[in-house]
């Protein structure tokens, strides 16, 4: 973990709290009349997140949350910010606004996806096209689809700085989930890229890794992965398997034998992935080749009492 700012050519009154798996970056934007902060983390890392906000802020109190999109790794650790700071206002992407307002985990993907995120409440929206104030600055917000259908990316034209969450990584972008459950998403990752492109950012700030100034290198990478990725949707397929199971062993650390079958059959995900892209294996043979692949590659290890993430 890493603290990002002016070192990185970013405005003055933005922080980047650069985390490992399992959460999310954490961008602090540190303005005159208000603070606010763009994704939380996943909520084991809550505390820390919290800690890093409070150690960043001293005796200010954070007034504003953001999320980019609602995935358990960026809206992770809503709820406890809404604890600990009563009068916080959280911003949300329209699109599930109402599974958040009754709360449908299923529709918002953290039980299919055997994940965890607390019930947090929001303030208000998100919606492209419009802009908002963060660190006494405009931030544009961009529509985003591909990896999650309802993202979004903040762009400030002044210092030409992006808050890419997983659209853009330096090294390509996040799984394309609407096509594991037949959405087709690889297109809108084309279109989202394409937006990139045309806002021409001098730096980049990505859900996950270091900030970053090689755009044309990073949107390279991306295009020649999603080129990869559209000749052969069942390697992105089988690598969502993959990054599903590695995300549970990092958040568990170790797992006894039972719990993880009883996990492996409780997460619809991964049975959905299985129906519509390996019908003719079952899901405990196509999980366990999936973990002796991560075992071999030294993510993970197993012996008599379970699984450990290494």
């Excluded at 990002?4 to 399992?22: D, I, K």
């Excluded at 109190?61 to 709820?79: I, K, Q, Y």
């Excluded at 594991?180 to 279109?191: D, R």
Aim: hydrophobic share 40%; charged share 20%.
């Amino acid at each position: 973990m890493s603290s990002a700012a002016a070192s990185a050519g970013l405005p003055a009154n933005v922080v980047v709290f650069e985390r490992g798996w399992l959460s999310s970056n954490n961008i602090l934007f540190v303005g005159e009349d208000e603070t606010a902060l763009v994704d939380t983390g996943y909520a084991t890392h809550a505390e820390q997140t919290l800690a890093l906000v409070e150690s960043a802020l001293g005796s200010r109190p954070l007034d504003r949350v953001l999320n980019t999109h609602l995935h358990s790794d960026h809206c992770g650790g809503n709820a406890a910010l809404q604890l600990h700071y009563p009068a916080l206002r959280t911003d949300i992407p329209p699109g599930e606004a109402a599974l958040v307002e009754r709360w449908d985990e299923r529709g918002l993907s953290f039980l299919a996806t055997g994940q965890t995120c607390p019930r947090f409440r929001f303030t208000g929206l998100l919606q492209p096209g419009t802009n908002c104030r963060l660190g006494d600055r405009t931030w544009e917000v961009h529509s985003a689809p591909g990896h999650d259908p309802h993202s979004i990316i903040l762009f400030d034209p002044a210092s030409r700085t992006l808050i890419s969450a997983d659209a853009l990584w330096e090294n390509g972008f996040g799984i394309a989930f609407p096509e594991l459950a037949g959405e087709p998403s690889f297109g809108e990752i084309a279109v989202t890229l394409d937006c990139i492109e045309k806002l021409a950012p001098l730096r980049v700030i990505p859900g996950h890794g270091r900030v970053f100034h090689d755009i044309d290198s990073a949107l390279a990478t991306a295009r020649r992965r999603l080129g990869g990725l559209q000749r052969d949707p069942v390697k992105h397929a089988r690598h969502a398997i993959k990054v599903l199971m590695k995300f549970k062993l990092l958040e568990m650390q170790h797992i006894a034998l039972e719990d993880w079958s009883a996990w492996l059959r409780g997460t619809p995900y991964l049975e959905t992935i299985r129906l519509r892209f390996f019908a003719d294996e079952e899901l405990d043979q196509l999980t366990e080749d999936i973990l002796a692949e991560l075992i071999a590659a030294g993510a993970a290890e197993r012996d008599a009492l379970g699984i450990s993430n290494t």
